[in-house]
């Protein structure tokens, strides 16, 4: 059964850090390229950051650049999100998302975070 389970989100103050997890299992792990999307009350899921397979390329949208780090650990079946210096416009569901090319891709339930002071 597959499974993408997000944790690591909360409440945290304007500045603060956080480091989201997603633990895969049910599928080849390695073999996936991985994603974080968000998506804030009332607006349409959008992209955060892309890592391929083996971690060496990694990609971000404008909005987190500079700030968010996408990382893996094949090992542990495992992708992170490092998040620093939040902003309000930060809060939003994060989910997780596993994508190879011709099967179809795999979505976590998402884990909230909420920037606030």
């Known amino acids: 059964q597959v499974q993408l389970a997000e944790s690591g989100g909360g409440l945290v103050q304007p500045g603060g850090s956080l480091r989201l997890s997603c633990a895969a299992s049910g599928f080849t792990f390695r073999s996936y390229h991985m994603r974080w999307y968000r998506q804030a009350p009332g607006k349409e899921r959008e992209f955060v950051a892309y890592?391929?397979?083996?971690?060496?390329?990694?990609s971000y949208s404008d909005s987190v650049k500079g700030r968010f780090t996408i990382s893996r650990d094949n090992a542990k079946n495992t992708v992170y999100l490092q998040m620093n210096s939040l902003k309000p416009d930060d809060t939003a569901v994060y989910y997780c998302?596993?994508?190879?090319?011709?099967?179809?891709?795999?979505w976590g339930q998402g884990t909230q975070v909420t920037v606030s002071s």
């Open positions: 890592i391929g397979t083996i971690g060496s390329l990694t």
């Open positions: 998302n596993a994508l190879r090319v011709g099967v179809p891709e795999y």
